[in-house]
């Protein structure tokens, strides 16, 4: 971190062209924040950033976001290194104007799809991808694309706001691993299988790169195109080939449970269950690293796998519920 835990963050403000008076916020107050915007106990967490900030004061208009004499307690182009911070919000003073609703689409995630990604996105997708064609109906595809989605903004909480708002003023930050956008796929994820699919493409294993244009794209322009909800099928449908892919040469079989399982592999194993005859799930595996037990995702979704996953069961039901519509 930028600075040391028992200092203020205390940066100058300037909005449209004025600085407002100096901010000064301790990081036992920020703690408080973070804590209100994951308990989604919105009215008291505005009451105190009305005290502290004014009232309808938003960094929405904050100017020149990338100085380090601005609102940031570190200067990005150094200190954030690809990594998602569960604790991102002790480093930025304010980030989200007013108020971070805890979870902007919860309820509402197929609505949101259907209003924000034309059909035919979806079609572009399932046509972009010979391996999907050649497994799913499509049908089939559309269903698993669509669940994908809505599960990740089903899940879309406080962090992955104050993430999205840093990518928009910021550009992009760096050989950046935050999760951004409706897929919430890694700028590093989408210039991996860009690469994977021209490597392929060399080797005459397929005709044509569907993400060339990301080859050689800029951090900006990568930003860009997560942020941009239309983009969201062709991203996840490039993570679906590279797991069915996969799973060929694993011999794992192949359906819209294995492979929406195969977009975020969630159940590990301890890496001394060689035979992985037991698998944990998430909290399980949090808890026996948090003990300094070694524990190994389970990348391939084998049926014991499946058997212990969050992840896989809320697949199945947006699976169910779309089909149902």
Do not use: C
């Not at 009451?47 to 009232?55: I, K, P, Q, T, W």
């Not at 572009?124 to 050649?134: C, D, L, M, R, S």
């Amino acid at each position: 971190m930028a600075f040391e835990q028992t200092q203020n963050v205390e940066r100058s403000i300037q909005t449209q062209g004025a600085e407002s008076a100096r901010l000064s916020v301790s990081n036992s107050e920020m703690s408080v924040f973070q804590a209100g915007y994951k308990s989604g106990n919105g009215a008291a967490i505005m009451d105190r950033e009305m005290e502290l900030f004014g009232n309808g004061f938003s960094f929405d208009q904050v100017a020149n976001p990338y100085g380090k004499s601005d609102f940031l307690a570190w200067d990005p182009t150094e200190q954030y290194q690809g990594i998602r911070k569960p604790a991102l919000g002790t480093d930025i003073v304010r980030m989200a104007g007013p108020l971070v609703e805890a979870h902007p689409f919860r309820g509402r995630e197929l609505g949101t799809i259907a209003r924000d990604i034309p059909e035919e996105k979806f079609q572009q997708a399932y046509n972009a991808f010979p391996e999907i064609k050649g497994v799913l109906s499509q049908g089939s595809s559309y269903r698993l694309m669509k669940a994908i989605i809505a599960n990740e903004l089903n899940n879309y909480g406080p962090d992955d706001v104050i993430q999205d708002k840093l990518a928009k003023l910021t550009g992009g930050i760096g050989e950046s691993g935050m999760t951004l956008g409706y897929s919430q796929i890694t700028p590093i994820g989408v210039r991996t299988m860009a690469k994977e699919l021209q490597d392929q493409v060399n080797r005459h294993e397929r005709t044509n790169n569907p993400l060339a244009k990301y080859l050689n794209a800029d951090n900006k322009a990568i930003t860009r195109a997560l942020e941009d909800p239309t983009e969201a099928p062709l991203l996840v449908a490039a993570n679906i080939a590279h797991n069915i892919r996969m799973y060929r040469n694993n011999g794992i079989e192949i359906n819209e449970g294995t492979l929406g399982y195969g977009f975020n592999p969630d159940v590990s194993f301890r890496h001394d269950d060689k035979k992985h005859e037991h698998p944990l799930t998430p909290k399980e595996a949090k808890h026996l690293k948090s003990a300094g037990v070694e524990v190994d995702k389970a990348i391939l979704p084998t049926g014991a796998a499946l058997g212990k996953s969050p992840h896989f069961a809320n697949i199945e039901q947006w699976l169910n519920a779309i089909a149902s519509e």
